[in-house]
């Protein structure tokens, strides 16, 4: 699989500039307000680029300019000391939200910013959509530092250029400002590097958001097909669960209940509509229980497993918070669970459960990065000039 060696965020609510290395398997800490969510969140919008949604979810977050690092563009030693008021100073730069990771194959970083205040093109009318975002550039490059010389795609405004050996030619000069490249450019044999990187980011997968609470479909039967991929909501939980269990890791998907619930197992059965209904059997009870009426940790932890033992591995898995509605004994067996899968596909995991943290760093390839804030800023504890990846953002424009 290919690996994602480091994942860079600027100008992002907490995130000033953050660049963090990445292993096999990570794990992102640190207390309540550090700018975790902020990180997992800036991640999923780098992935909706691929798929054409950047601009609407940022506007989902309240648009550009309320999610731009609200701080100075830099402290003084008297601000971190507390002995001089915190407060800013004329910008150098117009700011910009900039986005990126280094990978084994090629790396990628975008840029976005406001819009210069006009009317649209060809009308006297100023355009309605004056405050969506401008991508300003797009760069695709060989090896984890960007280097002019290393730089395979350019895109600056409209412009996109592609490198032909040791010359450059436009591709495209009239790309709309609110359309990636990954996007908009899909010619997999005049731009391999755009379509390489389109089908990594795609391919990444994002669990947060399982309802389990009572009225959650995932509680009422489905009719079942062949599911190698639990969908993002977890309705398919059932299906998924019994394709791993005909084309998948049976075993693991057995031994992943009886770690976390000792003399348990699980069964499937169908109606006559071919809904499927899960059967979850437990020592000491005369019946088994359906999907309806297990307990939101129970069911939280069978779609965490449907999701861990895929039989089609994305290249990035990524937990947001996986220990909610999860009794604390749960989390152990959870953590065993994400170091095994993290041997076929990269997983992000961010939690604050002492738990779940501890038994994943004590796999010795687990990469623990800690967050904290300073002044409002988030930063990785311990991170010194040595210790960050070797990242180097484009210029700006």
């Not at 940022?58 to 601000?79: K, N, V």
């Not at 479909?217 to 097909?225: H, K, N, S, Y």
Request: aromatic content about 8%.
């Amino acid at each position: 699989m290919s690996m994602i060696n480091a994942f860079a965020v600027s100008n992002y609510r907490s995130l000033k500039n953050v660049a963090a290395p990445l292993a096999g398997l990570n794990v992102v800490t640190g207390p309540n307000g550090c700018g975790k969510s902020n990180l997992y969140k800036s991640l999923r919008l780098l992935a909706e680029a691929a798929k054409g949604n950047l601009i609407s979810s940022i506007a989902q977050e309240g648009g550009l300019d309320y999610t731009f690092w609200a701080g100075p563009d830099s402290f003084t030693s008297g601000m971190r000391e507390g002995s001089a008021p915190v407060q800013g100073s004329a910008r150098k730069h117009n700011s910009r939200l900039r986005l990126g990771f280094a990978s084994e194959e090629f790396s990628y970083a975008i840029s976005l910013g406001m819009p210069a205040p006009q009317g649209f093109a060809g009308y006297q009318d100023p355009s309605m959509f004056q405050f969506d975002p401008e991508i300003k550039r797009e760069c695709i490059w060989v090896g984890d530092v960007f280097r002019p010389s290393s730089c395979l795609i350019d895109r600056v405004g409209p412009v996109v250029k592609v490198r032909s050996g040791r010359k450059w030619e436009v591709y495209n000069a009239h790309l709309n400002s609110y359309e990636s490249i990954l996007n908009e450019i899909s010619d997999p044999v005049a731009v391999p590097e755009v379509h390489a990187v389109r089908q990594t980011i795609r391919n990444w997968r994002f669990y947060d958001q399982f309802r389990t609470d009572p009225h959650s479909i995932i509680r009422t039967p489905q009719i079942g097909t062949r599911t190698p991929v639990l969908d993002h909501d977890g309705h398919s939980l059932v299906a998924a669960l019994r394709t791993i269990h005909e084309i998948g890791d049976r075993q693991a998907l057995y031994h992943a209940i009886e770690d976390a619930f000792p003399g348990a197992t699980i069964n499937f059965s169908a109606d006559s509509g071919n809904r499927f209904v899960l059967e979850f059997l437990q020592d000491g009870l005369l019946r088994p229980l359906n999907q309806a009426e297990l307990s939101d940790g129970t069911l939280r932890y069978l779609l965490l497993v449907a999701a861990l033992l895929t039989p089609r591995p994305p290249s990035l898995l990524v937990l947001n918070e996986p220990e909610t509605s999860l009794h604390p004994d749960l989390l152990p067996a959870l953590g065993r669970l994400i170091i095994r899968a993290s041997r076929e596909t990269q997983v992000w995991v961010v939690s604050h459960a002492p738990r779940l943290v501890a038994t994943l760093e004590r796999d010795g390839d687990c990469n623990s990065i800690a967050l904290n804030k300073e002044l409002g800023e988030t930063v990785v504890v311990g991170q010194g000039l040595l210790d960050a990846p070797p990242w180097q953002w484009p210029d700006q424009h």
